[in-house]
């Protein structure tokens, strides 16, 4: 691989973000004022050719600079040398990285562009707010606050009918690799109102995945999910009496949401002292200092049972909190906050006599926190295995976190860059990866049932989106979106499967902690039945989850039109069948494996076919209509699942 000109940030000396952090508006989203560096600033060849086309999509640009329209966002070493897809399995790769399915039409927009183009249209794309889908479907409504209040299930429906069918796929698929960053579970959200407690957390990702991380992590920080998650919320200052702050944000904003366990390089490998060891980032005393700042906060008592705001439980005395609740960033109580004095990081908090002063406490430390150099590996890292491979190179990892660190305009944390810099990189476009056995990544089990549902126009025709939690691995997924099982995700992302190839290298492989004899054969047995048969829902014309006997329907259902045009009237032959079998194969290959199913795959799923389709009891020119349209569903959802229990499809390349 090439050298590539990057950043200089040493290790003694300020990271190249610090110096741009003063720039006015640097973290809005909106805003295109002061972008350009400051007077005596340099950045890399490297820096100054990434993210033309967001900030040309940010400012409503277009023009002769340069733009993403017209495919000509400049290349780098490493960066964007291969602009456009040269055939469909290209373009259909790439669309399986950006978003959830290569669907045929996505896949001719992209050939008529570039991935540029295509990026910055999402960019321009509206948000699809979860919040406002939940009020549609009257769950909010006075009448229905018995059954949703303490009901998680609407959450499922929400973050499913977002992953499944919102246009703004780009954001969400982004939101769903953020939502494994900063996680919240719906599995121990015990509060009012968690269906939308989760639905306005998602739509804090949603609303941030696009602009900077540093609004981000603020916004995060003062969730009511978070907050309820990680026990911030409630969190009181020490007293006399050997009380102290409870450290568990303090510890997992720095471990989980920004720096990281170990002091990094920038291309995201641990930096070794004089030992040989690897330098621990932070320690205990950076933990309980930090906490001191994380004190005083809790939801806003305007919402509270006892204010104004409260909401009388139906049939109850007692009140319980208004949802809007939720959505509003947790207020500070000063008389709860420490005033002590707070040293972290090397970054020091004075001490705010009165309690005065806890707002800007708070800007300090998550200001320290964002300038860290750590963070631009450490999250670009993580990004690059949701989105394209468990074991990105230390160049790679580079060129992400250099984006990170500066956009081009001086700006660090725009999270555009980011997206474009792991989507436009050459290891992600470029061929070299799908060769190498150590590229690629294991799709997590909700993400291959996305990828099913939006490839075929699964939707919920009741409009209702009955499904739940599938994390269930015996008779479900064994993974569910917002159900992670810790706050340390469904998986490590250093984790390396034990007794393995991969182990003797020690190559990471995340998802792979999800793998076992159960999950495998869950998966298999999930998808055969939905394939075929859809997914069945008990009321599902009521907004309600009230269980009414004799009411299930089949609500999800795969459209297989175009598939179905591909099976005739005449397969009985050997060569009709062999075509048939063919022409399946071949275009499920490039819908869902962007053209990566191996030559015995290939053979064996298309004998596989062919043979069905010349058994004497199953030949189409023998059937009825009825039969006839039954038995090509039936091979129809053979081949789906065939190839979606292939490694080719298991393994995304």
Aim: proline residues 5%; charged residues 20%; neutral net charge.
């Amino acid at each position: 691989m090439q050298e590539i000109d990057t950043p200089n940030i040493a290790a003694d000396s300020p990271p190249l973000a610090h110096r741009a952090s003063s720039l006015p508006d640097a973290r809005s989203e909106s805003s295109c004022a002061n972008r350009s560096p400051a007077a005596g600033q340099s950045y890399s060849p490297h820096a100054l050719t990434l993210l033309a086309s967001a900030l040309l999509a940010a400012c409503g640009g277009g023009g002769s600079g340069g733009s993403a329209d017209d495919g000509s966002l400049p290349s780098a070493p490493g960066f964007n040398n291969f602009p456009k897809a040269a055939n469909d399995n290209e373009a259909s790769r790439f669309l399986l990285q950006a978003q959830f399915a290569a669907k045929p039409a996505d896949v001719s927009t992209v050939r008529a562009g570039s991935f540029a183009s295509y990026l910055k249209q999402e960019f321009a794309k509206p948000i699809n707010t979860a919040w406002d889908w939940l009020e549609s479907r009257g769950y909010g409504a006075n009448g229905s606050v018995d059954k949703n209040v303490y009901n998680s299930n609407i959450g499922d429906y929400m973050v499913w009918r977002d992953l499944m069918s919102a246009p703004d796929v780009l954001r969400k698929r982004v939101a769903l690799a953020l939502s494994e960053f900063f996680v919240v579970s719906l599995n121990s959200m015990e509060i009012d109102w968690r269906g939308y407690t989760i639905a306005a957390y998602w739509d804090v990702l949603n609303k941030h995945a696009f602009g900077n991380f540093r609004d981000l992590l603020e916004d995060i920080t003062l969730n009511p999910a978070m907050g309820y998650y990680l026990n911030t919320r409630g969190n009181q200052k020490e007293d006399n009496r050997g009380r102290l702050p409870d450290e568990n944000y303090a510890r997992e904003v720095m471990q989980l949401f920004t720096i990281g366990l170990y002091e990094l390089n920038l291309d995201g490998t641990a930096k070794i002292d004089a030992a040989g060891k690897k330098i621990e980032s932070y320690d205990s005393d950076d933990v309980s200092q930090l906490a001191r700042i994380f004190t005083g906060y809790n939801f806003d008592p305007a919402y509270s049972p006892s204010s104004p705001n409260g909401i009388q439980f139906p049939g109850q005395n007692y009140k319980i909190w208004s949802r809007e609740y939720a959505r509003r960033p947790m207020t500070l109580d000063a008389t709860r906050h420490s005033t002590l004095a707070a040293s972290f990081l090397g970054i020091n908090v004075p001490a705010r006599p009165g309690g005065t002063g806890g707002a800007a406490a708070l800007k300090t430390a998550l200001d320290g926190l964002f300038n860290h150099p750590n963070v631009g590996p450490f999250f670009g890292r993580q990004m690059i295995q949701r989105l394209v491979t468990s074991n990105p190179s230390p160049e790679y990892v580079t060129r992400v976190a250099s984006a990170f660190n500066n956009n081009g305009a001086g700006v660090r944390g725009d999270m555009k860059a980011v997206w474009v810099a792991i989507l436009l990189d050459d290891e992600a476009r470029g061929s070299q990866g799908l060769g190498n056995p150590e590229f690629g990544k294991l799709r997590e089990p909700m993400l291959r049932f996305v990828n099913w549902a939006r490839s075929f126009g699964v939707v919920s025709k009741a409009g209702s989106w009955k499904l739940g939690d599938l994390s269930n691995a015996s008779n479900g997924l064994g993974q569910s979106p917002l159900h992670s099982p810790s706050v340390f995700n469904f998986f490590r992302p250093g984790y390396v499967p034990p007794g393995t190839a991969l182990a003797t290298k020690q190559s990471t492989a995340p998802e792979f902690q999800l793998v076992n004899e159960t999950t495998v054969g869950g998966y298999v047995n999930y998808m055969q039945n939905r394939i075929r048969s859809g997914i069945r829902v008990n009321n599902a014309t009521s907004p309600d989850g009230d269980f009414v006997a004799n009411t299930d329907t089949t609500d999800f259902e795969g459209d297989y039109t175009a598939l179905l045009a591909l099976i005739n009237n005449s397969t009985s032959t050997d060569a009709e069948s062999q075509r048939v079998a063919q022409s399946l194969v071949s275009y499920l290959n490039t819908l869902l494996c962007a053209g990566q199913l191996g030559g015995n795959n290939v053979a064996e799923i298309t004998n596989a076919l062919r043979a069905a389709m010349m058994q004497s009891n199953r030949r189409v020119t023998n059937a009825n209509t009825t039969q006839m349209d039954g038995y090509r569903r039936d091979l129809i959802a053979c081949a789906i699942l065939m190839v979606m229990a292939s490694p080719e499809y298991l393994i995304q390349k």
